[in-house]
């Protein structure tokens, strides 16, 4: 069974501050990593993708991959009260391509 | 213009009741999805459909069917509804099916 483990959370930290967020998957022939945020009563938005190694940038956004640890990673920089909701990373499931979401970290951001 | 709509936002039925929610896309992507988000919130995709490849998740019950009547709609027809189908499900599309996939705003589906 492929499976994508995330920390169900709450996470809660201060506004202003630097969100960890993480994710470990176990299809070591996973390619494609995604994170998605989803408020609550709304359907899951990309927030970024990543697929090489490394860190990948997008505003306050960082996502990192180290596939040899099978562990993907999103950093929010700054973070704000409406950055509040559930990040849901998802991996693509090597031999159909389908994607394969973690249960979600819910994230809070206290002003 | 919504890229990913679903028909209806809410449905409320009994169970034994046969029901379909239909989804669209105009963004012109080559594959679609079902997605169900149960009361947890963890979500679970059921079928993938691509240039009429049918991948279905072994786990879904086959009272559940999905219709493509062409590359911009699959709908999802359920049969004798049951209150553990009570959950929101949502359509996705994306290019192809190794790409970032774009979801519809979902439709919660209530069983009593």
């Known amino acids: 069974q492929k499976e994508v483990e995330q920390n169900s959370g709450p996470l809660s930290v201060p506004e202003g501050a630097i969100a960890s967020l993480n994710c470990t998957y176990s299809?070591?022939?996973?390619?494609?990593f995604f994170w998605y945020r989803q408020y609550s009563g709304k359907s899951p938005e990309l927030i970024m993708f990543i697929y090489s190694n490394g860190d990948k940038e997008d505003g306050r956004f960082t996502a990192q991959l180290n596939k040899a640890s099978q562990y993907v990673s999103l950093l929010i920089r700054d973070s704000q009260p409406s950055d509040s909701a559930t990040y849901l990373c998802?991996?693509?499931?090597?031999?159909?391509?389908?994607?394969?979401f973690g249960k979600g970290t819910k994230l809070s951001v206290k002003p | 213009d919504t890229a990913v709509s679903q028909t209806p936002k809410y449905l409320v039925t009994q169970m034994g009741n046969d029901k379909s929610i239909k989804c669209e896309q105009n963004?012109?992507?080559?594959?679609m999805y079902w997605y169900k988000q149960d009361s947890k919130k963890f979500l679970k995709i059921m079928f993938s459909?691509?240039?009429?490849?049918?991948?279905i998740n072994e786990t879904v019950p086959n009272r559940f069917s999905p219709k493509s009547p062409d590359k911009a709609h699959l709908n999802l027809h359920i049969n004798s509804l049951e209150l553990g189908d009570s959950a929101v499900y949502f359509c996705?599309?994306?290019?192809?099916?190794?790409?970032?996939?774009?979801f519809g705003p979902g439709t919660r589906l209530t069983v009593l």
């Open positions: 998802a991996v693509n499931e090597g031999s159909q391509g389908n994607l394969i």
């Open positions: 963004l012109g992507h080559d594959t």
């Open positions: 996705a599309s994306s290019p192809s099916r190794r790409d970032t996939q774009y």
């Open positions: 299809d070591r022939g996973s390619q494609s």
């Open positions: 459909y691509n240039n009429k490849e049918l991948i």
